[in-house]
């Protein structure tokens, strides 16, 4: 087992397939598939199954992962400290719901421990795609949230799927209007009140159930209901067409401008944020960073 073998895993599930790590390791597909089928020979199992739909990682491969990224990382350390090298590229992907505070997270998190040379994924998608990213290792991290209506079916799939939930923040509902809806200056609002708004939410793809909406009270049907997949849209949405969305009421001022306010809505309901991430990996440096960033940036907003 060589350091250079370790560091062909890490790139492959970063990539998610062989041909695509290939190609960004400057090498032949066939070379890369024999330096991991060696590994694997030496190993004892099979770190990757391969299908007609691609590879993911085996059971055993999973574990292995977890190691193999502690050990690259290591390595990296001592050839810095001692060899005076150039670091190597950093990866590191996250995957979340549509949060600006894990966006301003991670925009820090490069501009303090970015290297000269890294390769990023932020992946703001669906709720079963950021269980999906997680469970197979595309993502490091996934952020999303729970609440009393679909905390069982939510943790009870999370374990299912091997993957831990962590709590970042507790919240009460809020609604995200435009500066000059008529509810902007409110200090409170009801459900009732929002009847004659469009209610935008975020589409959920195949995988439309209310277990998996971002928004809480998604079960109350309403006349006047848009869904979109970006976060955007949503918000050209909430000032051209005066709606609203239910969120944490966390709200990114350097992103979103002043043209968004945050309401709080009075109804009896807790949101619970938090990251998940696969039982069988260990966190990253670079993951555990941007934590360390998220969880900052969630303590700035909650004291503002």
């Known amino acids: 087992m060589t350091l250079q073998q370790l560091k062909y895993v890490v790139e492959i599930v970063l990539c998610g397939s062989i041909n695509e790590a290939a190609r960004r390791l400057y090498m032949s597909q066939p070379s890369l598939s024999k330096a991991v089928k060696e590994l694997e020979k030496e190993m004892g199992f099979e770190i990757f199954l391969r299908t007609s739909k691609g590879i993911t990682l085996s059971k055993n491969g999973a574990e292995f992962l977890g190691y193999a990224r502690q050990v690259v990382e290591q390595a990296e350390l001592l050839e810095r400290r001692y060899f005076d090298s150039a670091p190597s590229q950093q990866l590191f992907s996250v995957s979340t719901q549509h949060y600006a505070f894990a966006v301003n997270a991670f925009v820090e998190m490069i501009k303090q421990h970015g290297a000269d040379e890294y390769q990023f994924t932020l992946r703001e998608t669906r709720t079963y795609e950021i269980i999906e990213d997680v469970k197979n290792f595309r993502s490091e991290i996934g952020i999303l949230y729970v609440s ?15 993957l831990d939930f962590h709590s970042l923040f507790e919240a009460g509902p ?41 928004e809480i009270f998604s ?26 969305t239910i969120s944490t009421g966390i709200l990114s001022s350097d992103l979103n401008g002043s043209d968004i306010v945050s309401v709080p809505l009075a109804e009896e309901e807790t949101i619970s944020v938090g990251w998940i991430v696969n039982k069988k990996t260990r966190l990253s440096r670079i993951a555990s960073l941007y934590l360390e960033e998220l969880k900052r940036f969630v303590d700035y907003y909650a004291t503002k």
Do not use: C, W
């Open 148 to 162: 009393s209506f679909n905390e069982k079916v939510m943790l009870q799939m999370l374990e299912q799927e091997g």
């Open 174 to 214: 809020h609604i995200f209007v435009s500066a000059q809806n008529p509810l902007a200056k409110r200090s409170s609002v009801t459900l009732g009140d929002l009847e004659a708004y469009p209610r935008l939410s975020f589409e959920q793809g195949e995988f439309n159930s209310f277990y998996y909406a971002e």
């Open 219 to 244: 079960t109350i049907p309403r006349k006047k209901s848009i869904q979109v997949s970006d976060r955007a849209t949503l918000f050209n949405l909430l000032i051209g067409l005066n709606g609203y």
